[in-house]
């Protein structure tokens, strides 16, 4: 659950799962930097692992207790850095979970809006500090361009950006002269 921040998630109920409609699964989180409670959605192999974790439970606890307490764990630093250790990841820090997640998200297509909301951020500006790209996603990125420029050529779908005016305008009515190249 990298969308959450991590005092987040060990505060995080089984009861906060909301009922599944056709659109979305849901967890509701109650404790959040701002104070005010969010609604979080999840993809559907979390949903029924938190699911079977409620139902194997019998009783209403947190997703991450502590097993001699019952009340949340404090800290999950010996359990994090001993699964990094297993996987053989070194340096890696808790947080830059929440950093992977924005960045695979972009990457896979999503758009920042609504990255930014999942990451339960106010600003935009936030979250591009979240943001991190590569080489092979800026080679990517130029690439696209080169994808077939001919067909769209031909189909009028290329458009230029008017830096003076702010306006995106289509290529052939700039080269028919229908617009004003002042």
Known sequence: MPLLDFDEIIELHLTALVKPSALRQRIKVEKTKSG?????????????????????????????PNDKTGMPLTTVRRAFVAACKKAEIIGLRFHDLRHTFATRL???????????????????VVTQRYIHSND????????????????????GEIL???????????????????????
């Open 160 to 182: 230029l950006h008017r830096r003076d005016t702010g306006k995106i305008v289509n290529l052939a009515d700039f080269k028919a002269g229908a617009v004003n190249p002042s």
């Open 136 to 155: 092979e996603a800026k080679k990517k990125a130029v690439e696209i361009l080169a994808e077939k420029p001919e067909e769209e050529i031909q189909k």
């Open 36 to 64: 005010k409670p969010r609604f979080i959605n999840i993809n559907s192999p979390l949903f029924e692992t938190l699911l079977n974790l409620k139902r194997g439970t019998g009783k209403i606890s947190f997703v991450f």
């Open 106 to 124: 972009i990457a896979k297509g999503v758009d920042i809006e609504t990255v930014k909301s999942l990451l339960g951020h106010f600003s935009v």
